[in-house]
């Protein structure tokens, strides 16, 4: 089985600081890795996906995420936030090669002040 | 191409009551998903169908909620009777054949009072 933690629930930062989400995964088979992003009122938005090949991927937004097998961890980064990055983020995993479903993380709250 | 459409968007009930919630994938995608989130924690896995047949139902609470499909095309979970503890936000999602990601609807916040 999977599982994911999201170290932090909530993280402040201020407006075009950087940012790190930090998301670890257990699993004992090969895994695809999501993050996946809800803002206010609004149903969840894929930010990017780990299936193979780089271990940087870069997603929408100016967000990307470095997927680290040694340390199963898939960290999500944005060099300079905007207010409007303010949501909530989800770090999710499933079981490679196929349409399994999605374990998610308990989600990271992120608020970007002026 | 429309995205993973879900209705009602919000649904208040009493304890006791039966409540339908609708999920139109999007067009062609066989695989089609519900999850839940209830009281902020995680976003958990209720069951899975590919075309009308339930790969996955391993995530499905009880038998107060019951989940169709017919055709093959859009999907209906159905809570009778509703209890305090199924409050929450349903989604769906829905993919292609073998392939990620899945792509979710806007969900359903769901109310029993």
């Known amino acids: 089985a999977q599982s994911v933690t999201q170290l932090d629930s909530q993280v402040p930062v201020f407006e075009e600081a950087p940012v790190e989400l930090r998301c670890n995964y257990s699993?004992?088979?090969?895994?695809?890795l999501f993050w996946y992003v809800q803002y206010p009122n609004q149903g969840l938005q894929l930010l990017l996906k780990?299936?193979?090949?780089?271990?940087l991927v870069k997603g929408i937004n100016g967000f990307e995420a470095e997927f680290n097998k040694s340390q199963t961890s898939f960290h999500l980064r944005k060099p300079s936030v905007h207010i409007s990055d303010t949501a909530e983020y989800f770090c999710?995993?499933?079981?490679?090669?196929?349409?399994?479903?999605?374990?998610f993380g308990a989600g990271t709250r992120l608020a970007v002040h002026p | 191409e429309a995205g993973v459409t879900q209705f009602p968007s919000h649904s208040v009930i009493e304890k006791g009551q039966t409540v339908t919630l609708r999920c139109d994938p999007i067009?062609?995608?066989?695989?089609l998903y519900w999850y839940r989130r209830v009281m902020g924690k995680e976003i958990k896995f209720l069951l899975h169908?590919?075309?009308?047949?339930?790969?996955?139902e391993s995530g499905m609470p009880n038998n107060r909620f019951l989940a169709e499909r017919t055709g093959g095309t859009y999907s209906t979970l159905k809570v009778q009777p509703a209890e305090l503890e199924d409050s929450g936000v349903y989604f769906c999602?829905?993919?292609?054949?073998?392939?990620?990601?899945?792509?979710f609807g806007d969900g359903t916040r769901l109310s029993i009072l």
């Open positions: 699993s004992s088979v090969s895994v695809y």
């Open positions: 780990y299936l193979s090949g780089s271990t």
């Open positions: 169908f590919v075309k009308e047949s339930k790969q996955d």
């Open positions: 067009s062609g995608h066989d695989n």
């Open positions: 999710a995993v499933t079981k490679s090669g196929g349409y399994n479903k999605l374990i």
């Open positions: 999602a829905s993919s292609q054949d073998g392939v990620q990601p899945q792509h």
